[in-house]
């Protein structure tokens, strides 16, 4: 992925490989520029994603190896408010600050909860963040659930974030996380390998899908 800038507009330049391949402009390119598909969609019906002259339709097939060109909009004027909420800063220069989130803490605004997210903390805490991820998500590289506790690194400014998002793309980065499960799991250690998507009853969730998915691999081990 290039990061190109063309005047005050920021333009990627993606290049799909076989992991996109087969699959809908708008599933492919939004997991490649971390966006969601419906946000996806939006800028396909912009005419913001072409292939050399040909403008792409959200239902176009990726090919190995084509080289798409998606003109990002200009960033708009931030209405998220910032908030003097506590954070468990693990670590903080002057490109990422990495923090605890907490069980409870929505990452982003959104319908239901416009305040008292990580990124209403995020922005009273370092005052300037990444914009790549638009006006609701400043900083924002990666999820966690609202009920999920756990590290998160956000990115101050757009060259962090779109290494990290390579990395992340790469598998270069790796989350390793503590769970509490139901049940007894057969062996001690093992690799689970799936594909998973946003579920079709559900866009707000994920969900295991039987292919047009993004591979999904899991090494686990019991420790007690």
Do not use: F, W
């Not at 990290?164 to 503590?178: F, G």
């Amino acid at each position: 992925m290039e990061h190109i800038e063309n005047g005050a507009a920021e333009q990627q330049r993606l290049i799909i490989t076989e992991q996109e391949a087969g699959q809908r402009a708008d599933v492919g390119l939004a997991a490649m520029l971390e966006l969601t598909r419906s946000n996806m969609q939006k800028l396909l019906e912009e005419g913001r994603a072409v292939r050399g002259s040909k403008v792409l339709k959200s239902n176009y097939k990726l090919r190995l190896g084509d080289k798409i060109d998606v003109t990002l909009p200009e960033p708009q004027p931030l209405d998220v408010q910032p908030e003097n909420i506590p954070l468990d800063i693990i670590y903080e220069d002057e490109d990422v600050v990495v923090v605890n989130k907490a069980r409870g803490m929505v990452v982003h605004p959104a319908a239901g909860n416009l305040n008292g997210t990580l990124v209403n903390a995020l922005l009273y805490h370092c005052k300037n963040l990444s914009g790549i991820n638009g006006v609701i998500r400043p900083g924002i590289v990666h999820r966690l659930d609202k009920d999920t506790s756990g590290i998160m690194i956000c990115a101050k400014n757009d060259a962090a974030h779109l290494s990290l998002s390579q990395q992340i793309q790469a598998k270069t980065a790796q989350r390793t996380y503590l769970a509490v499960v139901r049940g007894n799991i057969k062996t001690d250690s093992g690799v689970i390998e799936t594909l998973i998507a946003r579920d079709k009853n559900d866009r707000k969730k994920m969900a295991v899908v039987k292919e047009g998915g993004r591979d999904a691999v899991t090494e686990y081990e019991v420790l007690e």
